[in-house]
């Protein structure tokens, strides 16, 4: 078995920004794995601006933000990345197990740092019953559609959720030409940054339902239509509330949630940016879930510290 | 025109398992399914269990096939390279009461002939079954329950039978019929099929069908059942199936595991009107929620990733298989409610009898292709074994998607052996189907149904016409 120094799993802004930390405190032996066909994790399919105000003091788009990485990451030589390697297996030993297009690997490292990012939540998590007809799609989805694929879900949209992705793509539906008939919303206020809520809905008119809920899907083969009712503070219908919209498309924007399965399968407790198995770290979005990237951006160099200082106790000959 | 020997209107399990099993025989078989895919009917939304025999009624004929089928079906799986696992079944009792509706359903079984039955007690189900309620005194177990995925059975049934020369004709309703002279007429929605024998296995359209041969004696009462399907992180939470006794406030909710690994709980029982009706309800989740608890209190909500309803195509009690003296060649597979999954194999062979006690000459085929080579899933297998096998095809270390762990290859694999929609990717491979829910995923999957289909993406479906993922293509148009 291949034996390694620190290994990250995630090459999203979180395990760039970790693997450049520990290097810059003395690592150097620093393995990437990144799932994708490139580095920069979500960020790539975030177009719109508004990162790095805090940590660059610049405004950037999402792609932007990730290439400043990118760069100082290839520049390293003591990094390095490998693509498209998913990691199916984690021990608590530190063995990790990753396939690639061609093999399979298993690696046992000296420490581990885990950068996997996070999910959105489904219409199945917050239990919306109906039908299941093609149009609903969480708003990252759409936000990979529209962006990256250069394909329009739809043309009628109701988007779930006041969260910040959702409030962004109401605005890019708008500017698409799709028209955005509601966001509703359950709870008083939205979950989205303030700054989204001005940028992104009413600047452009949308209409937005707080203490509202979907209460139900229609449509037998696309969406065809939603109902939606006002709710109390236990988030139950209030009586003569509902009331229908038509539209062809749905979009989820109901939370985050972090990636964790991994971690899940060693037993191991998350503790801060620690666990409880020793020279297992976590940082970014799979710890927990950052509004901004700057933020990820400050966990994970503060991550990477952390594990280059338990390399340097356990395994001085890791050190440069 | 062709004038086929035996015309078979549906590809569900039922369908599918009969063009199979008449496939043995010197003989032309026409399969006509009006979805684009097979198995979008019943045979796609139901709890896959392979039930051993119980809890029907001892004269029944449902009762007679199950445990015909439970048989079958270990041969058939085996043959066609679909996983049956024999996981066993529980069913429990929490009174005295309880006991003696066990002692009963026991008895009967027995009388139907289901094997390996035995009582066990409180210490056998703690020791057993360390999630369930420990409420619970005794249960009745039976050994030969098990689990298989259904639709993967039909996607493989079909293939077999196709290398066996079954002609499958999809997209291809059936609008009316005439019984002429020699043959029946079959007109469909993509022209007119020709044949001397014709077998209705129509699932919830059974009647229509059956009438317009002027056979109304019968109407299909769908029964809804709404089941709920947890992650696979829980795939532990119980051993066995796990079945209540049905009471006041449990209308036999159970603890299912399924082939793809999550476990599952449902289905709910309620006659509806609108055979198209899928969808499910609050008041399905929460009284499906409120049941599985009282079997496996531990049950959270927080790990449902998916749902769906299924609709039983129920007529009367029992099963209606005959032929139709009035319409000399027509033959009624009807009314395949639970279970129906379990009693296919037993059905297709008893309607092969049928058929030959009606004229149909059976002359085996010199060679049958009994075996099909069993389809790659990577959850299936060992990591060592997906080592060896990204060597011999690098597409196999591609993952596509990421919840399940499904490699392009097997994607492409799915698309060349006949999927044409994104549900039907999904059946045959499970991805989509995890707990992003294609969050991920489905932007590749679209692209290799494209490429592999020469499909424009924007034609791309979930299930046939009508359901395009998108609406606009902004780089291509
Ligand atoms: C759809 C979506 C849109 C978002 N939009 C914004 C936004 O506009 N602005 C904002 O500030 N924040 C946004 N966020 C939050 C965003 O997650 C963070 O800002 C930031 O990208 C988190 O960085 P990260 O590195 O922790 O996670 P990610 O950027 O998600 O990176 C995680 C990386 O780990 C890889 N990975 C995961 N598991 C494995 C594995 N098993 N093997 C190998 N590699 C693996 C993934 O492929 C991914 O590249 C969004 C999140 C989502 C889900
Ligand atoms: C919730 C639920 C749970 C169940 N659980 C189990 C279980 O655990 N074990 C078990 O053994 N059984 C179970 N069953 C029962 C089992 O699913 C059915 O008995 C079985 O799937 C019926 O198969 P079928 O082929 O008759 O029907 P279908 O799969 O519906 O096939 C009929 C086909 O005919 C086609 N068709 C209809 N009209 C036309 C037309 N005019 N022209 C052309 N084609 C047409 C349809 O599109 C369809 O594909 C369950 C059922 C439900 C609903």
Redesign the pocket.
């Known amino acids: 078995m291949i034996k390694r120094g620190l290994v990250i799993?995630?090459?999203?802004?979180?395990?760039m920004a970790a693997a450049i930390s520990a290097y810059e405190n003395g690592v150097k032996d620093i393995l990437l794995?990144?799932?994708?066909q490139y580095l920069?994790?979500?960020?790539n399919?975030?177009v719109?601006t508004?990162?790095g105000i805090n940590y660059f003091k610049e405004i950037l788009t999402?792609p932007e933000y990730a290439e400043r990485f990118i760069e100082k990451v290839k520049n390293i030589p003591e990094i390095e990345v490998s693509l498209k390697?998913?990691?199916v297996s984690l021990l608590p030993d530190k063995t990790i197990t990753?396939l690639k297009p061609g093999r399979l690997e298993t690696i046992k490292a000296k420490a581990i740092i885990m950068?996997?990012?996070?999910?959105?939540k489904t219409r199945e998590m917050v239990h919306i019953q109906g039908t299941r007809p093609s149009g609903i799609f969480s708003?990252?989805l759409a936000?990979k559609l529209i962006n990256i694929e250069g394909l329009l879900p739809g043309k009628e949209i109701v988007v779930v959720g006041s969260g910040?992705?959702g409030l962004?793509m109401a605005r890019r539906f708008t500017l698409e030409g799709a028209e955005v008939k509601a966001i509703i919303e359950i709870q008083k206020k939205t979950r989205g940054l303030l700054r989204n809520m001005v940028q992104c809905v009413e600047d452009f008119n949308i209409p937005v339902y707080f203490n509202h809920k979907i209460s139900r899907i229609y449509g037998k083969d696309r969406v065809e239509k939603v109902s939606a009712c006002k709710v109390d503070d236990n988030f139950n219908e209030i009586q003569g509330s509902l009331f229908e919209i038509k539209c062809d498309t749905i979009l989820m924007s109901v939370g985050?949630i972090p990636?964790n399965e991994?971690i899940e399968m060693t037993g191991a407790r998350i503790d801060g940016n620690k666990t409880s198995v020793p020279g297992i770290f976590m940082c970014?979005?799979?710890l927990k879930i950052?509004?901004?990237?700057d933020g990820?951006t400050e966990d994970s160099f503060l991550t990477g510290k952390l594990a280059a200082d338990y390399i340097r106790v356990r395994h001085p000959s890791l050190q440069r | 025109m062709k004038t086929y020997d035996v015309a078979i209107i549906g590809a569900g399990v039922i369908g599918t398992s009969i063009a199979r099993e008449l496939s043995r025989y010197k003989l032309d078989i026409a399969l006509i399914e009006k979805e684009v895919e097979l198995a979008f009917g019943v045979s796609k939304s139901n709890s896959g269990i392979i039930h051993p025999g119980t809890q029907n009624p001892p004269g029944s004929l449902k009762g007679r096939l199950c445990v015909q089928g439970n048989t079958l079906i270990r041969k058939i799986s085996k043959e066609l390279g679909v996983d049956f696992k024999e996981v066993g079944e529980l069913i429990v009792a929490f009174d005295e009461d309880d006991i003696k509706e066990l002692l009963r359903l026991k008895k009967e079984a027995e009388v139907l002939g289901v094997p390996g039955l035995k009582i066990v007690d409180k210490k056998w189900l703690e020791k057993n079954e360390p999630n369930l309620n420990s409420a619970a005194v005794c249960g009745l177990y039976a050994p030969t329950a098990g689990i298989i995925s259904p639709y993967r059975l039909v996607y493989d049934l079909a293939e077999n039978a196709v290398r066996n020369g079954v002609k499958i004709f999809t997209n291809t309703k059936v609008i009316n019929i005439n019984r002429a002279d020699k043959y029946f007429e079959i007109n469909t929605s993509s022209g007119l099929f020709r044949s001397r024998y014709l077998v209705n296995a129509a699932g919830l359209f059974a009647d229509e069908i059956s009438g317009m041969l002027g056979i109304n004696d019968f109407k299909i009462k769908p029964r809804k059942g709404e089941e709920f399907i947890l992650d696979k992180k829980k795939a532990d939470l119980a051993r066995h199936l796990i079945f209540p006794l049905p009471s006041k406030i449990s209308k036999g909710v159970l603890i299912i595991k399924t082939a793809d690994g999550n476990p599952m709980i449902g289905p709910t029982a309620e006659d509806i009107e609108d055979k198209e009706d899928l969808s499910t309800s609050d008041a399905g989740i929460n009284r499906v929620l409120a049941s599985a608890r009282r079997l496996i209190p531990s049950i959270n909500d927080k790990d449902i990733i998916a749902y769906f309803a299924g609709l039983r195509p129920a007529s009367g009690d029992d099963f209606i298989i005959r032929h139709e003296e009035t319409c000399p060649g027509f033959i009624n597979v009807a009314g395949i409610q639970s279970p129906g999954l379990t009693a296919s194999p037993a059905i297709a062979v008893l309607t092969a009898n049928i058929l030959k006690k009606n004229g149909l000459w059976l002359r085996k085929k010199i060679i049958f292709h009994a075996h099909r080579k069993k389809t790659v899933h990577l959850f299936e297998i060992q990591l060592s074994k997906t080592g060896s096998l990204i060597k011999k095809d690098h597409a196999y270390g591609d993952i596509v998607c990421?919840c399940e762990m499904i490699s392009a290859k097997e994607i492409s694999d799915a698309v060349r052996r006949g999927a044409k929609t994104m549900d039907g990717v999904k059946f045959r491979t499970r991805a989509q189907g995890g707990r992003c829910h294609g969050s991920f995923c489905t932007t590749r999957i679209m692209k290799i149904l494209a490429e592999e289909t020469q499909m424009p993406l924007i034609e791309i479906t979930k299930r046939g016409k009508g359901s395009e993922i998108v609406k606009e293509d902004r780089v291509n148009d």
Do not use: M, W
Not at chain 1, 290 to 293: S, W
């Open positions: 799993v995630g090459g999203g802004p979180a395990g794995l990144e799932r994708d920069g994790g979500i960020l399919q975030c719109h508004g990162f999402g390697s998913i990691v990753f950068a996997t990012g996070c999910r959105e708003a990252g936000q910040d992705i962004i985050l990636e991994l970014g979005n799979c950052y509004d901004l990237v990820v | 990421r």
